[in-house]
């Protein structure tokens, strides 16, 4: 059966998974997930990908990115899961498949959807029980954010920029935002879009959506996602 056309669209940010095979760990420590990086931000630049956000879990990565076409999503996955998954490998000293299938993905409406994004996406180490706040782990944008450290990796949203006319307002401001946590609710809505491949948005949002990609942009299935395709909330 052939594959479904992915639901990417340029100039509109995208929330993106990708998943260890059998939920297997894709970093073993710290020097895995800083080769990731490095390769991260080369394939980005490469593909025309401005990223926003990101953690790096155990098993499993959330991105946030805008693509300045619409294939650049996945060229940027391909080149970065061919060169990472080799340097692993030969690293490891193990072979064949690191990843479960294909990256999912998910077309985020910018407002008011895509600071909940990034926000979900920052606070998954604290929903997980790893650390007490965002800012204690290590491996995300949350530091970026919080102005703590520069990340070279990431392009600041305009709408983070909106967030204060200073630096210190805008990661005063996120700091804020990010106390407020993520509710279940909030939460689930994100999981389900993205592990479904389908767009998050107002009425208004998707049907443009749909009218510029020609492609289907809601799911027509409703409740939590499989058991087969869910993901960390």
Do not use: K
């Amino acid at each position: 059966m052939a594959r479904s056309r992915r639901l990417a669209v340029a100039g509109y940010a995208h929330h993106l998974i990708q998943r260890g095979n059998n939920r297997c760990p894709i970093f073993v420590d710290a020097n895995d997930r800083e080769e990731y990086l490095a390769m991260l931000r080369e394939a980005a630049v490469s593909t025309g990908v401005a990223l926003h956000a990101y953690v790096l879990m155990d098993n499993h990565v959330h991105l946030l990115g805008t693509p300045a076409a619409a294939d650049a999503l996945s060229r940027m996955m391909q080149v970065l899961g061919r060169n990472y998954v080799g340097w692993f490998n030969h690293r490891h000293g193990r072979s064949g498949t690191l990843w479960e299938g294909r990256f999912r993905s998910s077309l985020i409406e910018s407002d008011p959807y895509l600071l909940a994004c990034m926000r979900y996406i920052e606070l998954n180490p604290v929903r997980a029980g790893m650390v007490a706040s965002a800012e204690a782990f290590a491996w995300s944008s949350a530091r970026h954010h919080l102005g703590l450290r520069a990340d070279a990796l990431l392009t600041d949203h305009a709408l983070f920029w909106s967030l204060g006319n200073t630096p210190f307002e805008r990661e005063a401001a996120w700091r804020r935002f990010l106390e407020e946590g993520v509710s279940q609710t909030e939460a689930q809505a994100f999981a389900v879009a993205v592990v479904r491949g389908r767009a998050l948005g107002s009425d208004a949002f998707l049907r443009r959506v749909a009218s510029e990609s020609g492609l289907q942009v809601t799911s027509g299935r409703r409740g939590r996602p499989r058991r087969n395709d869910s993901v960390p909330i």
